[in-house]
């Protein structure tokens, strides 16, 4: 059975840091891509990042490149974006999602395919 479990979301101050984790299990990450989507209240989900499994490649859309930073620790088996200098436009449910492809920046949400999905991890930038 394959699950992903995003973790580390709350409650932070406009310029704040959070620490999103992505672990999953009965998939390795190193061998699948793994991307980063948000959706706030009534907008569309929209694509935050990507890291390649094999050679750790990594994806930001705009908005996320300067602020977010993706890693990965094989050993535990889990993705994590680091949320830096965060603004209260920021503010969304953060989900992750893995698929057998490489990252591709001309893919939607960098994933040609996405076949597993997390429930998502809330994030709240407020003061």
């Known amino acids: 059975q394959v699950q992903l479990v995003e973790s580390g979301g709350g409650l932070v101050q406009p310029g704040g840091s959070l620490r999103l984790s992505c672990a999953a299990s009965g998939i390795s990450l190193d061998y699948y891509a793994t991307g980063w989507f948000r959706q706030a209240p009534g907008k569309e989900r929209e694509a935050v990042s990507c890291i390649n499994g094999p050679d750790r490649t990594t994806y930001y859309v705009d908005f996320a490149k300067g602020r977010f930073t993706l890693s990965r620790d094989n050993a535990k088996n889990t993705v994590y974006l680091q949320l830096t200098d965060l603004k209260r436009e920021d503010t969304a449910v953060y989900y992750c999602?893995?698929?057998?492809?490489?990252?591709?920046?001309?893919?939607?949400?960098?994933?040609?395919?996405?076949?597993?999905w997390g429930k998502g991890t809330p994030v709240t930038v407020s003061s």
């Open positions: 999602a893995a698929g057998p492809y490489g990252c591709s920046e001309v893919e939607p949400g960098f994933l040609a395919t996405k076949d597993y």
